[in-house]
T-cell receptor, first 117, second 113 residues
Framework: GAVVSQHPSWVICKSGTSVKIECRSL??????MFWYRQFPKQSLMLMAT?????????EQGVEKDKFLINHASLTLSTLTVTSAHPEDSSFYIC?????????????FGDGTRLSIL | SQQGEEDPQALSIQEGENATMNCSYK?????LQWYRQNSGRGLVHLIL?????REKHSGRLRVTLDTSKKSSSLLITASRAADTASYFC?????????????FGQGTILTVHP
């Protein structure tokens, strides 16, 4: 079945560091991918929609300059948390839907746990 | 986007019992999906029910949808310890929101052996 891979699974770094998270669709091409954030014991919140070959669209309240999204190919989207601070510590998850499937379930990556010291 | 509500927030049962989780949402939808999340992991899709469907089954799972009340329920029958996880409902509105999911707050299910 369709699989979405996310890397790395865990990052611990110092405040001020920029962190890049990769999301790959392994056996299908995804023109659109989605990035979610989940704080401890909370639900998932959509951050942005990553569009292959064009700019990402961000949800209200999400800083585009803080969370840079690049969807350079049909199988890879990256989320870069720039100059990360402790309040950016969270669980980041990406998802994608294989093309031509209409309203079908999303495939989620295993998530990246980001801890900023 | 607004989050839906799920209840209960936490549910603790014994193996073999049934578990029922409820989800309410606020806007019109194209479909509603249920996902499972083991601690610290990604999401696993369980079942998708379209807005024109009222009930759907998959193995030990039964999902109902009442669009007039903007609510859905997930029933897990004959629960097992391995069913212990967080369960989320997610709605998809369609149109310009194609692919975007709005998640409920989730229910933490604990099944005791």
């Amino acid at each position: 079945g369709a699989v979405v891979s996310q890397h790395p699974s865990w990052v611990i770094c110092k405040s001020g560091t920029s962190v890049k998270i990769e999301c790959r669709s392994l056996d299908f091409q995804a023109t659109t991918m989605f990035w979610y954030r989940q704080f401890p014991k909370q639900s998932l919140m959509l951050m942005a929609t990553s569009n292959e070959g064009s700019k990402a669209t961000y949800e209200q309240g999400v800083e585009k300059d803080k969370f840079l999204i690049n969807h350079a190919s049909l199988t890879l989207s990256t989320l870069t948390v720039t100059s990360a601070h402790p309040e950016d510590s969270s669980f980041y998850i990406c998802s994608a839907r294989a093309p031509g499937q209409g309203y079908q379930p999303q495939h989620f990556g295993d998530g990246t746990r980001l801890s900023i010291l | 986007s607004q989050q839906g509500e799920e209840d209960p927030q936490a549910l603790s049962i014994q193996e073999g019992e049934n578990a029922t989780m409820n989800c309410s949402y606020k806007t019109s939808i194209n479909n509603l999906q249920w996902y499972r999340q083991n601690s610290g992991r990604g999401l696993v899709h369980l079942i998708l029910i379209r807005s024109n469907e009222r009930e759907k089954h998959s193995g030990r799972l039964r999902v109902t949808l009442d669009t007039s009340k903007k609510s859905s329920s997930l029933l897990i029958t004959a629960s097992r310890a391995a069913d212990t996880a967080s369960y989320f409902c997610a709605t998809e509105a369609g149109g310009t929101s194609y692919g975007k999911l709005t998640f409920g707050q989730g229910t933490i299910l604990t099944v005791h052996p």
